[in-house]
Nanobody, 125 residues
Framework: QVQLVESGGGLVQPGGSLRLSCAAS???????IGWFRQAPGKEREGVSSIISDGRAYYADSVKGRFTISRDNAKNTVYLQMNSLKPEDTAVYYC????????????????????WGQGTQVTVSS
């Protein structure tokens, strides 16, 4: 399984933007990648996922505001977050989907990974 490291979090005002990065230790070409987040006192939830061919999926709460993309040459997946809201405050994690799960499961964020430290996103004035 490829190892992933998240970065790019920080403190931003409501309405602001951040770009998160998920860097892989090896080739990402054949992996679907998902972004997840966990707010204090809440369960981890899926935010966005991207399949190897570039098809992307989003949770309803972030549609129209977040954009996931991948650069296989850099073995990196990005999450561009615009129009951030206080409710987006959470620790954000990325995970590589197992190669044997369906696109449907990926679109529903029905997978998990070897969770690392994640990157903290705080949206506050």
């Amino acid at each position: 399984q490829v190892q992933l490291v998240e970065s790019g979090g920080g403190l931003v005002q409501p309405g602001g933007s951040l770009r998160l990065s998920c860097a892989a230790s090896g080739l990402l070409d054949y992996y679907a990648i998902g972004w997840f987040r966990q707010a204090p006192g809440k369960e981890r939830e899926g935010v966005s996922s991207i399949i190897s061919d570039g098809r992307a999926y989003y949770a309803d709460s972030v549609k129209g505001r977040f954009t996931i993309s991948r650069d296989n040459a850099k073995n990196t997946v990005y999450l561009q977050m615009n129009s951030l809201k206080p409710e987006d405050t959470a620790v954000y994690y990325c995970a590589a989907a197992p190669t044997d799960i369906s696109d449907f499961e990926i679109s529903r964020f029905s997978f998990s990974g070897s969770w690392g430290q994640g990157t903290q996103v705080t949206v506050s004035s």
